[in-house]
């Protein structure tokens, strides 16, 4: 079994906390600040949906954790590099002693500019013993 490194993750609960190597600490991260108006929205949109996808340890306890990636398929332009995404945050959840258990994906189009759909992974990974 490959053990988790020391290191800070979300602990599940969008908070960014310390795990050290075989449980989660108190010491957590304060939220990094963003800026105000459309510029600060659009980087907490990109944070949450960059988050979700983030590699982390389950919960104390817990076997499964579950990641969502949301991806964006180009309307203009070639490739939208979702496979590697995706492949990304595989190999960055396995490196952390994971198998993929489950992957399910859910699309929605886009009318705002460039469109392009939208594709939600939501994917379970299980500890491996």
């Known amino acids: 079994m490959a053990e988790t490194q020391a290191g800070w993750y979300d602990d599940g609960s969008g908070t960014i906390r310390w795990f050290d190597g075989q449980n989660w600490t108190e010491h957590v991260q304060p939220p990094p600040t963003t800026p105000g108006g459309l510029g600060g929205m659009i980087a907490r949109i990109e944070a949450d949906a960059?988050?979700?996808?983030?590699p982390r340890p389950a919960?104390?306890?817990a076997a499964y954790v579950v990641l969502q990636v949301v991806l964006k398929e180009k309307f203009w332009g070639t490739g939208s590099g979702n496979l590697t995404e995706l492949e990304s945050v595989i190999n960055r959840q396995a490196s952390l002693g994971?198998?993929?258990?489950t992957?399910?994906?859910a699309a929605s189009g886009s009318?705002?500019?460039?469109g392009g759909?939208?594709?939600?992974?939501?994917?379970?990974?299980?500890?491996?013993?």
């Not at 960059?50 to 983030?54: D, E, L, W």
């Not at 994971?98 to 258990?101: E, I, P, Q, T």
């Not at 009318?111 to 460039?114: A, C, E, I, Q, V």
């Open 111 to 114: 009318s705002g500019l460039g």
């Open 50 to 54: 960059t988050s979700g996808g983030r």
């Open 117 to 129: 759909d939208r594709i939600q992974a939501t994917m379970v990974f299980e500890r491996l013993s």
């Open 103 to 105: 992957i399910s994906t």
């Open 59 to 61: 919960p104390q306890g």
């Open 98 to 101: 994971y198998r993929l258990h």
